[in-house]
């Protein structure tokens, strides 16, 4: 409560929290030397202290000194009562020390010269703190130049030349001075503007990137539960606020603000190979993307189903023999022979299978300790990905040799408006960073189909339904999976549902702006939460609840804007994930050639999802598998 105002709007509640303090601390030195035989060399060792006391939350604040006026006024205060106690020492050093200041002086040691300087130079810029406004650029320098000074003295004194308390004094100040710089580098030089977001730094330089790092989900739903749709935090070094909710995710899309171009964590760019389309922006973003696409066409797919086809029969037929199995690993090998048919035209089987476990490595990295030992989970990481590389590189020998009509086979030929294709650098680049998409997307999102279905048999008899109506038996193609409304839906709402992908990939803020009266400053981190956003009551009631009607084609068309993000947002060519469609029609495929002939049923295990970068069943699926009987006559 504000009763009365001081100069610079000094509260009386700042004074008073700060003055009773010192009052009590400076009385207590002064009654403890009271006991000690020589009464003024004690006087003078105490009040020092009282006065390094209140010098350590001064410069602490001082080094973090933003607009904020009460942090401000509270540095005024502690800086001017440590002042003080410091006079009342210099008095006893002087006047009970050494009988005078002629004494004192003629003393003419360098501490005696410099603790006369120092007094007069704190209180000069107290002065000035009191009575100018400080904006002058002369004042600042003597300012920070006062306090390395004052802050360079009390720990001289401290540290070397005193022992006992003074020494835990002296690790105290250095350790706050220490606290307080990690603190302004990890905020960006103390920003603090009053209108950021809400939030956390985090630790001291680490921010809160092992939290992220335990859990990414969670990391996200704690802190929008928290904060709300718009928060600051500390990741990877910097400082970065979070867009949640559909207007928040359409605000971070915005190219005038953002670009995701050195945005990306370091190891991210590092695994990725520092030149994909993740990490690029602009006109060299759009152009890559563009010939990208071309792989990602309804023409495209058509080429690609029988692909799929042939390579969900082979596995079927597998898991008809083995009866119980764990489903995700059984998917693993199927999205890794899938990836490998879809993209450089191999046989599903044990060959492709290794691929799988090469890429399970290469993905670790991304949740490991980002140090290249070799040996380690990130060093194997990157070893991996230099292998997939050279393999994505035999394959475009191969596919130059022999043309082909896989996903690589149209690229090589694909061309952006302007003519340029992608060079070859590029392209196993590109091609290396769809392997590991494509691989984690798909057997991810096959295990929470089957998962689902298993779950809620009246979801699976509607979906086997409307497969036993359309598409009862025959090969597939893009007409006919169009029919499946339904199924499409069931898709839709696994990815809205699970957290398969906890946010987007980093981007940068181009210039300082504002969003909801919040500030946003120029060169902060910036990422939009995926799972979060479709999650908000307003846009999805009960978000809790799986239910495939909220996609039915009339309520998919009335949602807002970014609301439904399972895959990025905004326009094909921005940053919204080029798997998107394939997924669909994978999801559709697998779910008509499942439904047509087979059920299963969850043995006893534990359902939760793990803490995995794309989180699965802990127990991995283990289900009992087998033709059924009422829809194989
Ligand atoms: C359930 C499966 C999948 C999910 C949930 C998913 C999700 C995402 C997300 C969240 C992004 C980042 C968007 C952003 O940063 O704004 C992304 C980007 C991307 N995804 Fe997917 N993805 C899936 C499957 C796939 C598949 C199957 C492919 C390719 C075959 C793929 C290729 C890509 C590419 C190339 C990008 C980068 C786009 C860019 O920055 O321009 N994804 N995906």
Not at 281 to 290: A, I, L, N, S, T
Not at 499 to 506: E, K, L, V
Request: aromatic letters at 12%; proline letters at 5%.
């Amino acid at each position: 409560m504000e009763i009365v105002k001081f100069k610079r709007n000094i509260s009386l509640a700042e004074f008073a929290s700060t003055f009773f303090p010192f009052g009590i601390i400076l009385i207590a030195a002064l009654l403890a030397a009271e006991f000690k035989p020589n009464l003024n060399l004690h006087r003078a060792i105490y009040s020092f202290w009282a006065s390094t006391v209140l010098l350590i939350p001064a410069i602490y604040l001082y080094i973090l000194l933003g607009k904020l006026a009460k942090k401000n006024n509270y540095w005024l205060l502690l800086w001017t009562f440590s002042f003080l106690a410091y006079l009342v020492h210099l008095f006893y050093e002087v006047f009970g020390i050494y009988g005078g200041i002629q004494d004192f002086a003629a003393d003419g040691s360098a501490i005696a010269v410099s603790k006369l300087i120092l007094a007069f130079w704190w209180g000069l810029d107290i002065s000035l703190a009191r009575f100018t406004d400080s904006s002058a650029t002369w004042i600042q320098i003597q300012r920070t130049g006062v306090h390395i000074y004052v802050g360079l003295s009390f720990l001289v004194a401290n540290l070397i030349l005193q022992a006992g308390f003074a020494r835990t004094l002296g690790i105290t100040l250095a350790i706050s001075i220490l606290v307080a710089l990690l603190v302004r580098h990890n905020t960006r030089n103390g920003q603090d503007n009053e209108n950021l977001p809400p939030g956390s730094y985090g630790l001291p330089l680490l921010g809160e990137t092992i939290p992220l790092a335990l859990d990414i989900h969670s990391f996200y739903r704690k802190r929008v539960k928290k904060y709300g749709p718009v928060f600051k935090t500390h990741l990877f070094g910097k400082p970065v606020i979070a867009f949640n909710g559909p207007e928040a995710f359409t605000f971070f899309l915005n190219q005038e603000y953002f670009t995701r171009e050195n945005a990306s964590p370091h190891p991210i760019k590092e695994l990725l190979d520092w030149d994909t389309l993740p990490l690029l922006d602009g006109d060299e973003h759009r152009r890559r993307k563009r010939i990208i696409l071309q792989a990602f066409t309804p023409e495209a797919f058509d080429k690609y189903i029988p692909s799929i086809e042939q390579t969900a029969a082979y596995y079927l037929k597998r898991w008809e023999k083995l009866g119980s199995f764990t489903w995700l690993t059984e998917y693993r090998k199927l999205s890794a022979s899938l990836t490998n048919a879809l993209f450089i035209g191999k046989e599903p089987g044990p060959t492709s299978e290794t691929v799988g476990e090469i890429t399970d490595t290469f993905i670790k990295g991304f949740s490991s300790v980002p140090i290249n030992l070799g040996f380690n989970a990130y060093g194997r990481a990157l070893k991996n990905r230099d292998w997939l590389l050279n393999y994505i590189d035999q394959a475009i020998g191969q596919h130059r040799q022999q043309p082909r009509q896989d996903l690589l086979g149209l690229l090589l030929s694909a061309r952006s408006e302007d003519g340029s294709t992608l060079t070859d650098v590029q392209l196993r680049r590109e091609v290396m960073h769809l392997f590991f998409a494509a691989y984690s997307g798909f057997y991810v999102a096959l295990t929470l189909l089957s998962l689902t279905l298993a779950q809620h048999p009246e979801i699976a008899a509607r979906a086997r339904q409307e497969v036993k109506q359309y598409v009862p038996d025959g090969p597939l193609d893009m007409a006919r999976l169009q029919k499946l409304v339904y199924l499409e839906q069931i898709t839709k709402e696994i990815r809205r549902f699970y957290p398969i992908n906890a946010a987007t990939f980093f981007g940068q803020v181009k210039k300082d702006c504002e969003f909801q009266n919040f500030h946003i400053p120029k060169g902060w981190g910036a990422v939009a939460g995926i799972h979060t956003t479709m999650h908000i009551p307003q846009v999805f009631s009960e978000p809790q609840s799986f239910k495939p009607c909220r996609f039915a084609p009339e309520n998919f068309a009335a949602l807002p804007e970014n609301s439904y993000v399972p895959q990025g947002g905004g326009p094909r060519d921005g940053h919204r994930c080029a798997g998107e469609d394939l997924i669909t029609v994978l999801l559709k495929i697998m779910g008509v050639h499942l439904l047509r002939r087979y059920s299963w049923e969850l043995l006893p295990q534990n359902l939760e999802l793990n803490q995995d970068l794309f989180p699965t069943p802990r127990d991995g699926l283990k289900v009992r598998f087998g033709i059924d009987r009422q829809t194989v006559t």
